[in-house]
Protein backbone atom coordinates (compact mmCIF):
# COMPACT_ATOMS: atom_id res chain seq x y z
CA UNK A 1 0.00 0.00 0.00
CA UNK A 2 3.03 2.25 0.87
CA UNK A 3 6.29 2.20 -1.22
CA UNK A 4 9.15 4.65 -1.65
CA UNK A 5 11.29 4.91 -4.22
CA UNK A 6 15.29 6.11 -3.80
CA UNK A 7 17.49 7.86 -6.51
CA UNK A 8 20.85 9.21 -6.52
CA UNK A 9 22.92 7.36 -5.77
CA UNK A 10 26.24 6.72 -7.83
CA UNK A 11 30.16 6.85 -7.95
CA UNK A 12 32.01 9.23 -7.00
CA UNK A 13 35.82 10.69 -6.13
CA UNK A 14 36.77 11.70 -2.48
CA UNK A 15 35.87 15.47 -1.71
CA UNK A 16 33.00 15.69 -4.00
CA UNK A 17 29.37 15.68 -3.97
CA UNK A 18 25.70 13.64 -4.35
CA UNK A 19 22.45 14.29 -3.48
CA UNK A 20 19.89 11.45 -3.24
CA UNK A 21 16.20 11.60 -3.06
CA UNK A 22 13.32 9.64 -2.20
CA UNK A 23 8.93 9.78 -2.59
CA UNK A 24 6.50 8.40 -0.87
CA UNK A 25 3.38 6.95 -2.27
CA UNK A 26 0.33 5.18 -1.36
CA UNK A 27 -2.11 4.81 0.96
CA UNK A 28 -1.07 7.32 3.44
CA UNK A 29 -2.74 9.85 5.75
CA UNK A 30 0.62 11.37 6.91
CA UNK A 31 4.18 10.82 7.68
CA UNK A 32 5.58 11.56 10.99
CA UNK A 33 9.22 11.50 10.27
CA UNK A 34 11.78 10.22 6.99
CA UNK A 35 15.33 9.07 7.71
CA UNK A 36 18.11 7.98 5.43
CA UNK A 37 19.49 4.95 7.14
CA UNK A 38 23.09 3.29 5.61
CA UNK A 39 24.49 -0.40 5.83
CA UNK A 40 28.24 -0.56 4.66
CA UNK A 41 29.72 -4.16 4.18
CA UNK A 42 30.18 -6.11 7.01
CA UNK A 43 28.69 -3.59 9.51
CA UNK A 44 25.41 -3.02 11.14
CA UNK A 45 22.10 -0.89 9.26
CA UNK A 46 23.00 3.03 10.85
CA UNK A 47 21.17 5.97 11.14
CA UNK A 48 22.43 8.28 9.25
CA UNK A 49 19.59 11.59 9.56
CA UNK A 50 16.26 11.82 10.53
CA UNK A 51 13.81 14.92 9.66
CA UNK A 52 10.10 14.99 11.76
CA UNK A 53 7.11 16.63 9.86
CA UNK A 54 7.60 19.95 12.22
CA UNK A 55 11.41 20.32 10.58
CA UNK A 56 13.49 18.80 13.27
CA UNK A 57 16.32 17.03 12.09
CA UNK A 58 19.40 15.02 13.94
CA UNK A 59 22.64 13.62 12.10
CA UNK A 60 25.08 10.89 13.04
CA UNK A 61 28.02 12.50 14.28
CA UNK A 62 29.78 11.19 11.56
CA UNK A 63 28.30 13.50 9.01
CA UNK A 64 27.30 16.20 11.06
CA UNK A 65 28.61 19.72 9.08
CA UNK A 66 28.85 17.40 5.79
CA UNK A 67 25.06 15.82 5.27
CA UNK A 68 21.93 17.67 5.33
CA UNK A 69 18.23 16.42 5.34
CA UNK A 70 15.03 18.30 4.07
CA UNK A 71 11.82 17.01 3.20
CA UNK A 72 8.54 18.47 1.03
CA UNK A 73 5.57 17.41 3.93
CA UNK A 74 2.87 18.45 0.64
CA UNK A 75 5.09 16.08 -1.99
CA UNK A 76 6.02 13.47 0.84
CA UNK A 77 9.64 13.38 -0.15
CA UNK A 78 12.92 13.22 1.40
CA UNK A 79 16.03 15.18 0.17
CA UNK A 80 19.82 13.91 1.81
CA UNK A 81 22.56 16.40 0.13
CA UNK A 82 26.17 14.93 0.72
CA UNK A 83 29.45 16.85 0.60
CA UNK A 84 32.79 16.12 1.39
CA UNK A 85 32.34 12.38 1.01
CA UNK A 86 35.14 9.94 2.50
CA UNK A 87 35.53 6.49 1.30
CA UNK A 88 34.01 5.50 4.81
CA UNK A 89 30.81 6.81 3.46
CA UNK A 90 30.31 4.15 0.40
CA UNK A 91 27.09 1.53 1.35
CA UNK A 92 23.92 1.22 0.45
CA UNK A 93 22.16 3.90 1.37
CA UNK A 94 18.09 3.40 2.50
CA UNK A 95 14.92 5.95 2.55
CA UNK A 96 12.58 5.19 5.57
CA UNK A 97 9.53 6.88 6.35
CA UNK A 98 6.95 6.01 9.43
CA UNK A 99 3.37 6.26 8.29
CA UNK A 100 -0.10 6.55 9.81
CA UNK A 101 -2.62 4.93 7.15
CA UNK A 102 -5.98 6.76 6.58
CA UNK A 103 -9.49 5.08 7.96
CA UNK A 104 -7.01 2.21 10.39
CA UNK A 105 -4.72 4.87 11.60
CA UNK A 106 -2.05 1.85 11.86
CA UNK A 107 1.24 3.20 11.60
CA UNK A 108 3.83 1.50 9.92
CA UNK A 109 7.62 1.85 8.83
CA UNK A 110 8.55 1.39 5.11
CA UNK A 111 11.74 1.18 3.90
CA UNK A 112 12.93 1.78 0.12
CA UNK A 113 15.11 -0.87 -2.37
CA UNK A 114 18.38 0.95 -1.30
CA UNK A 115 20.74 2.64 -3.30
CA UNK A 116 24.69 2.43 -3.98
CA UNK A 117 27.20 4.84 -3.03
CA UNK A 118 30.42 4.39 -3.44
CA UNK A 119 33.26 7.09 -2.48
CA UNK A 120 36.60 5.94 -4.40
CA UNK A 121 39.60 7.54 -6.57
Known amino acids: QVHLVESGGGLVQPGGSLRLSCAAS????????MAWYRQAPGKQRELVAV???????NYADSVKGRFTISRDNAKNTVTLQMNSLKPEDTAVYYC???????????????WGQGTQVTVSS
Open 26 to 33: GSIFSINA
Open 96 to 110: NARVRAPVTFYVNDY
Open 51 to 57: ILSGGST
